[in-house]
């Protein structure tokens, strides 16, 4: 059973940087690419980034590009989302999920080729 946890939300201030984690079980998680997303309140749940399973790839929003990075730690069947120079529009609950294809040959960026999503974890960023 694929099981997903997201960590690491908080509330920081505008300018700051976050570390946020997915530990990953119930799956060959080393032959899957990972996803993160944010839904913010009253918003529709947004595709923010995604790394290929053999964690060589990355392909990210525009609204997170060159502040946002995603690296895959395979042994440790962890994902992790760096987030800098955080924003107040960065504000929402984040989460992770796993594409729906083993070893996919290129960075999914569809909505749809992701499926079990976490719990998500919190992330404010005050002005």
């Known amino acids: 059973q694929v099981h997903l946890v997201e960590s690491g939300g908080g509330l920081v201030q505008d300018g700051a940087s976050l570390t946020l984690s997915c530990a990953a079980s119930g799956f060959s998680f080393s032959e899957f690419a990972m996803g993160w997303f944010r839904q913010a309140p009253g918003k529709e749940r947004e595709l923010i980034g995604a790394?290929?399973?053999?964690?060589?790839?990355?392909r990210y929003a525009d609204s997170v590009k060159g502040r946002f990075t995603i690296s895959k730690d395979n042994a440790g069947n962890t994902v992790h989302l760096q987030m800098n120079t955080l924003k107040p529009e960065d504000t929402s609950v984040y989460y992770c999920a796993k594409d729906r294809q083993r070893r996919r040959s290129y960075t999914p960026t569809n909505f749809r080729d992701f499926t079990s999503w976490g719990r998500g974890t919190h992330v404010t960023v005050s002005s």
């Open positions: 790394i290929k399973w053999s964690g060589d790839s990355t």
